[in-house]
């Protein structure tokens, strides 16, 4: 009976062992046969390093609707331009006459039959003196000569408020040298452009009561910045 037994009992083993598999079998196996590993996982992205929030910082990596550069930074607005920088403002010069200057005339103890004519802008713009005093003392018909020497470096320009200076030589002096004498009572001065004798109206200036003494020998000088220097001629 012993070996019945034996044979009994690796019978019942093996049945218990296709048991198991069988089992295992079941449940691995998602009813159509196929293995069921799971829902698939999108692969992650790296980890950001070092408190990184994942997000891209490169440079140049967004593009900016409005500007189109590519960089991401808006343009900074310009300031509108201003008669500082702009020549065709309002601060422009002109040429300085009649109609933007006031003219005095006074006489001067020194030089001797000197008088000296002073300038002073009266308008908005800087202006420009260009040459020397086309002065007219009563109805004379021509201009007197310039004093080439009284030249000076360069134009003479004039603020507003500002003032410029020109000497006139009335007579011959002690010496006699001049002829034709006479006693005026009226003078209006003249100006001239930048590249023209007509700079535009000119400008009356009163004279003393007892009018002034001229003779042919009358000249002027050049505009001048000072009035020493309108005087040393």
Known sequence: MA???RSRVRLLTAAATVALAALS???CDNGDGVRDEGASQQPSKSAPADGDSGKDTSAGSTTDDKTGTG???KPKPQPASTGKN???ASTARVTCNGSTVKVTAQSVSRP????????????????DLYGYPAVRFGEAQS???VIDDSQPQAVV???PGQSAYAGVALSGGDDGGG????TEKTLEVFFQGRNTNDGGPGAKAALPAKGVYIDDSLKVTYWQQSMSDALTW
């Open 3 to 5: 070996a019945p037994t």
């Open 25 to 27: 079998l079941t449940a």
């Open 71 to 73: 960089t991401g930074t």
């Open 86 to 88: 702009n020549p065709t």
């Open 112 to 127: 001797v039959n000197h008088m000296l004519l002073t300038v002073t802008n009266t308008g908005s713009k800087r202006c």
């Open 143 to 145: 201009v007197p000569p």
């Open 157 to 159: 320009s004039l603020p």
């Open 179 to 182: 002829s034709n004498g006479r």
